[in-house]
């Protein structure tokens, strides 16, 4: 097992896998906080209650925790092999689209990095006891974080970031696990570019609305 994940071939193979497992994660996140917009906060905390508590969702969330963390570190290891080997572009050849959103995937990724770590000291690290907060009432938390205009900008300066990175990732994950087709090739990429701004789109929601009309 140690073997497939740190032999070089196989680290882009395991960091696409895990990128497409966090890939998955968002809808379901998205789609809990958005019961965030409710004015009732019993169905939004309920279901974080739930999510906090129930097994199968607990050995996930460690299973989503590592993901993130063998991605941003197989992540970093990658491009600065890539640097070292090619110091002046991440890929060779024509200027193409691919290449363009791929040269800032290590930057866009560190963006979410930065966002992540803010993100967790407003949430998931009081769930964990390490900082102040009632995590059974995530939706004041919530309410009251996105009533400070700096959060909101912050907030959905990341998400749109978060699209930039979804785009190409989607599309590359793909190629990495060799599901390279002459048909669904296409496909793929244009339910990345609907992906990429949904998600994120609907994510901005929620910053917007409590700020701006609660
Ligand atoms: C307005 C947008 C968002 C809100 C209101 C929000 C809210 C929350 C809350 C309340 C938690 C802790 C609750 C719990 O653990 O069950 C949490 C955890 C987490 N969030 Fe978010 N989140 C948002 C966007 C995002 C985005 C865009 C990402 C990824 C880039 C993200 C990644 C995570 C992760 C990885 C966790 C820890 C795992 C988990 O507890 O499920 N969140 N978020």
Redesign the pocket.
Known sequence: MSKILFSSISKKFVMALAGLFLIT??PV?LGI?LL?LKSDPRPFNTA?HF??TFPVVRII?IV??AA?VIHIAWGIFLQIQNWIARPVGYVSGSKSETSFFSRFMIWTGAT?FI??IL??FN??FV?LGLVKGNPED?YS??HSLFSIPQYDFI?LF??AV?GFHLYHAFSSAFQTLGLNHRIWTPVVKVVALIYSIVIPLS?AT??IILWLFR
């Open positions: 994660f968002l996140h906080n965030l974080a999510m906090a969330e989503l925790i993130i979410i966002f992540l993100h967790f949430f998931y769930k995530f938390m919530a907030y990341c998400f978060l994510f929620i910053p």
